[in-house]
DNA sequence: TAGTATATTTAGGCATACCTAATATTAGAA
DNA sequence: TTCTAATATTAGGTATGCCTAAATATACTA
C-alpha cells in the first residue's frame, strides 16, 4: 500500500485520536493536523478510496483492519524515530516529536532497523543501569562542549 | 529564505554538478534529478524569482552568491547526514545517501547540530585508533545478532 | 417541533511539482 | 553556409494538498 506523506499523516492521526476518544471525527482530525475540515474530507476520501478507512458522511470514522495495521507501523516508526531523538541525541522531548513527525516518511527500512538496533544496543547494555558510559559521555560532551575529565582509555591509566 | 524541498533539491544540484563540470545545463540537471526538462526550467524560474540562481535562456546555469551560500550548507547537511547513516549506523553508502538526501530538508537545526557533534564525538574518541570500542561492538552487534563475547564491563573481570 | 449553532460536505480556486507535445534556439557536420 | 541533431523553452494538462465561501446535515435548546 502506498500513500503520500500527508496521507500517512492523516491515517496515523486516526490512530492517535482513536487511542483516547473511541470516536474520531473531522473535527477532531482537523484540530491534529492543523488544517481546515475541507482537507481533512479531502483526504479520508482518498483513504476510503484505498480501503484504509471507513466513514458515512457525517459520521464516524473509523479504521479498516489494513488501515489499522498500517496506521500502527506508521505510529511504531515514529516512536522509534522520537525515542533516538530525545533519548540517545538527548533533543527536547517536543523537538524529537516534531522531527520524528516530519521525516519518518522517508527513512528507508533499512536505516530504522538500525536505528531500532541502535536502541537496542544501548538498552541491552551490560555495563551500566541505566545508559552505557559512552552515552553519559556523549551527553556530557554535548552539555559542555569538552570529554567527562577521567578515562580516555579504562584498560590502560587509570 | 524559505525555499521548498523539491527547490533545495535543485539548488543543491546545480553546486553538485558544478563541483565538477564547470558548467551546468537544463540538461545536467534534468538527469540528476531524474526529471524532464521542463521540470527544471519551472523550478530554475523560482529560483531566478528568489535571487538564487542565474539563467540566461539557454544559457548556462549559476548560482548567485547567495545561491551558492545557500546550495553549500544544503550540501553540508546532506553529507553530514549521509555521513552518520553510513559511519555509524552502518548504512550502506547508496541508501545512506538516499535517506540523506530525502530527510535533509526536514531535520530540525537543533537535531542536525546534536548530529553533528555526535559524529565529532566518535571521531575525537581519545580510546582507539579509528573507532571507539562501543561503536565497534555496535558494529558486531549488528552484523551477528548478538554482542561480542567478551569484555562486558572492561575495569572487572579480564 | 421549530430554530439555531455546530459540524460536515461540496464547489471552486491556488501553488507546487511533475508530465507530454509542440516550438524555438544553438551548435556542429556536411 | 546550410541543415540537422541536440538542447531548451513554452503551452497546456494532471495530481496532491491546501484554502475560502456556500450549501447541507445534525443535534441541541427553547
Redesign the pocket.
Known amino acids: 500500500m502506498n500513500i503520500?506523506?500527508?496521507?500517512e499523516d492523516?491515517l496515523e492521526s486516526i490512530f492517535i485520536i482513536n487511542a483516547k476518544k473511541s470516536s474520531v471525527?473531522?473535527?477532531d482530525m482537523?484540530k491534529f493536523?492543523?488544517?481546515?475540515?475541507?482537507?481533512?474530507?479531502?483526504?479520508?476520501?482518498?483513504l476510503q478510496d484505498k480501503g484504509l478507512v471507513e466513514?458515512?458522511?457525517?459520521?464516524y470514522i473509523e479504521l479498516t483492519s489494513e488501515g489499522h495495521k498500517l496506521a500502527e507501523s506508521i505510529y511504531e516508526k515514529h516512536n522509534i524515530l522520537k525515542k533516538f531523538f530525545n533519548e540517545i541525541l538527548g533533543i527536547d522531548e517536543k523537538t524529537a516529536g516534531e522531527d520524528a513527525c516530519r521525516i519518518e516518511h522517508y527513512l528507508s527500512k533499512e536505516t530504522l532497523d538500525r536505528i531500532v538496533n541502535f536502541i537496542r544496543f544501548i538498552e541491552t547494555a551490560p555495563s551500566a543501569e541505566q545508559k552505557p558510559n559512552w552515552l553519559n559521555n556523549f551527553h556530557y560532551f554535548m552539555k559542555h562542549n569538552k570529554r567527562p575529565p577521567c578515562c580516555p582509555k579504562p584498560e590502560k591509566g587509570k
Do not use: D, F, Q, T
Not at 503520500?4 to 496521507?7: C, D, I, Q, V
Not at 493536523?33 to 482518498?46: F, R, T
Open positions: 503520500s506523506p500527508a496521507l492523516y471525527r473531522v473535527k482537523a493536523a492543523g488544517v481546515k475540515p475541507p482537507s481533512v474530507i479531502e483526504a479520508l476520501n482518498h466513514h458515512e458522511p457525517y459520521g
